[in-house]
């Protein structure tokens, strides 16, 4: 969940020019590096796997954008994009915190 919000951060400093494109696919590879990880409690999850096919299509499509130089499309996807929070919604409730 950090990973996808340090990613909109991202994308949301190049439209505003506090940033670059080269930042947000820094941030990009973290939130792949994250989901890669991910352990087996989140993975396995009913709300993860209810919006997994939305995840990896929002993650192909950011990338296209990121290799494109377009942070605004990047910034479209994630207004669009996956149920981030309801996918680990389940497997972090109890923690006090969103995340895993």
Partial sequence: MEAYLDLQSAAIAAIGGAGTVDDVRVQLD???QELAQMPEEASSSAGY??????IRQFLSDARASVDAGDARGVAGLIVDGPDVVGAFSETCSGHGFLGW
Avoid at 49 to 54: I, K, L, Q, R, T
Wanted: cysteine-free; aromatic content about 12%.
């Fill in 30 to 32: 973290l939130f792949e």
């Fill in 49 to 54: 796997a209810a919006n997994e096919a939305e």
